[in-house]
């Protein structure tokens, strides 16, 4: 398979940039390694060897080339940073938080001791406030509260 160069255009400005931002403050590893691949690729080296430098995988490489060539006139910061990705969305809000914590807080049903993780689940899914919650949902709840 031929190797596929892609030679990335950056100015001076962007190329100093991308080394500052590499070499110097706090910034997540992906960031990091996006701005490695831009590096690499205006010097020229090829996608397999920059995925094996940086140990990559080649679509990665790919990836952030293609959404640089798209993206070019944008901040370089922008390009770097991770998208927002799309995931199960928040059931547990601050209603349900101020929920479970006023059941907590009040009287155990008869026939208890005490509120168990259990009981504040059911009595939280009975009072109509979520469909269902798992008491280790409800533990996590507490900690954060406590």
Excluded at 84 to 94: C, L
Aim: aromatic fraction near 2%; glycine fraction near 6%; proline fraction near 5%.
């Amino acid at each position: 398979m031929p190797k596929r160069r892609r030679k990335v255009p950056l100015t001076k400005a962007q190329r100093t940039e991308l080394e500052t931002f590499v070499a110097h403050g706090k910034k997540s590893a992906r960031e990091i390694n996006r701005a490695r691949v831009l590096l690499l690729a205006e010097e020229g080296k090829g996608d397999s060897e920059i995925a094996r430098l940086l140990g990559l995988s080649r679509g990665t490489v790919y990836n952030v080339c293609k959404k640089y060539q798209a993206k070019a006139h944008h901040p370089l910061g922008e390009l770097l940073q991770e998208a927002p990705r799309s995931g199960r969305p928040i059931q547990i809000d601050s209603r349900v938080e101020a929920q479970v914590t006023l059941i907590a807080c009040s009287d155990p049903p008869a026939g208890a001791a005490r509120w168990t993780l259990h009981l504040i689940a059911d009595k939280v899914v009975k009072l109509g406030v979520l469909d269902s919650l798992s008491h280790e949902s409800v533990r996590q709840l507490l900690k954060k509260t406590s």
